[in-house]
């Protein structure tokens, strides 16, 4: 059975840092296509920030870019997401994913992915 679960969410005030963990399991991941994504209250799951399986290629979110870093272990079968500079708009439930796709161009459509994690809560206070 796959399982994704996401770690290291947590409070933190304006400006500070967390980073993310989403450990797999039931399977390999290493050559899947991986992404975060993020839901906030009120507002429809968005794109965060993706790798690709091969070559390790990385897109972003515009409003991410410069201040997340996405990136992999595939002897550990797990994907990060180091976020920075974080401000209160990124209070949201993040959630990893792996996608369809063994590709080495990075994945950004929430339909392209097929196993979800259960989510983490990130709160980011002014």
């Known amino acids: 059975q796959v399982q994704l679960v996401e770690s290291g969410g947590g409070l933190v005030q304006a400006g500070g840092s967390l980073r993310l963990s989403c450990a797999g399991s039931?399977?390999?991941?290493?050559?899947?296509?991986m992404g975060w994504f993020r839901q906030a209250p009120g507002k429809e799951r968005e794109f965060v920030a993706a790798?690709?399986?091969?070559?390790?290629?990385?897109a972003y979110a515009d409003s991410v870019k410069g201040r997340f870093t996405v990136s992999r272990d595939g002897a550990k079968n797990t994907v990060y997401l180091q976020m920075n500079s974080l401000k209160p708009e990124d209070t949201a439930v993040y959630y990893c994913?792996?996608?369809?796709?063994?590709?080495?161009?990075?994945?950004?459509?929430?339909?392209?992915?097929?196993?979800w994690g259960q989510g983490t809560q990130v709160t980011v206070s002014s």
């Open positions: 994913a792996v996608s369809r796709f063994l590709t080495s161009t990075p994945v950004i459509r929430p339909d392209d992915y097929v196993y």
């Open positions: 790798i690709s399986g091969s070559a390790g290629r990385t």
């Open positions: 039931g399977r390999t991941f290493s050559l899947y296509a």
